[in-house]
């Protein structure tokens, strides 16, 4: 079975601080993708990624970063971290660019920003 | 991006078939039909796609109109643990774009 592995489910920072969101998937997949969900507003897609180093703006990037050194892993990096940046952050992979492809999520990280 | 409509929720009894409907009527000729669910607490999980013609996998059976306007999704026989919001997704490139979902409840 794919997995994607999301570093912590829940964190907790103050606003300011630089935090780093981790996603590992282990099924050698091309294209691992962010999304933040948010009650009203559904899952919205913050930046993807299609192969190493490469790395695509999404519907809502600002205040977002992303890094992507080694295939399995895909970082989302807050630079400074802001209240309005509380929401659940899920991350997904995808076998590639084909647009049948399934998309798998991790389980999701609960960000509180203080 | 393509849009979809579908009921904001629905309510099925356990054990009985569960007929989820979803409108699409700006479909491209390239757009795959997909369905996702999310169950509480968790992320989405893939359900079935299909680009024309209906399609069964070991969770549903999707059914797609002639002319691609709309779709349904088909359980079955409803189980508790069907209970999630259930989202109908047209594929823009390999971007997965949410609406708001139904909300499927399922009583015992």
């Known amino acids: 079975d794919v997995k994607v592995t999301q570093s912590s489910r829940y964190l907790v920072k103050r606003t300011g601080e630089k935090v780093f969101l981790e996603c590992v998937q282990d099924?050698?997949?091309?294209?691992m993708f962010w999304y933040r969900q948010d009650p009203g507003l559904g899952l919205r897609l913050i930046y993807f990624?299609?192969?190493?180093?490469?790395?695509e703006k999404g519907d809502i990037p600002e205040g977002y970063s992303v890094s992507r050194e080694k295939k399995e892993r895909f970082s989302l990096i807050l630079e400074s971290a802001s209240t309005n940046q509380t929401s659940m952050y899920l991350c997904?992979?995808?076998?590639?660019?084909?647009?049948?492809?399934?998309?798998?999520f991790g389980p999701g990280t609960r960000l509180t920003v203080l | 991006d393509a849009k979809t409509t579908q009921p904001n929720s629905m309510e099925s009894n356990e054990e009985e078939p569960v007929h989820l409907p979803c409108n699409h009527s700006?479909?491209?000729?390239?757009?795959?039909i997909h369905w996702y669910r999310q169950l509480p607490s968790q992320g989405p999980e893939y359900v079935i796609h299909?680009?024309?013609s209906n399609v069964n996998n070991r969770m549903a059976s999707l059914a797609i109109a002639e002319d691609r306007k709309s779709s349904t999704l088909i359980l079955h026989r409803a189980t508790l643990r069907d209970a999630a919001v259930y989202y109908c997704?047209?594929?823009?490139?390999?971007?997965?774009?949410f609406g708001a979902g139904t909300i499927l409840r399922v009583k015992s």
């Open positions: 299909g680009l024309t």
């Open positions: 099924m050698d997949h091309e294209n």
């Open positions: 990624s299609y192969d190493v180093k490469m790395k």
């Open positions: 700006t479909i491209s000729g390239t757009d795959y």
């Open positions: 997704i047209l594929t823009d490139g390999n971007k997965l774009v």
């Open positions: 997904a992979s995808s076998p590639s660019r084909a647009t049948y492809n399934e998309q798998f």
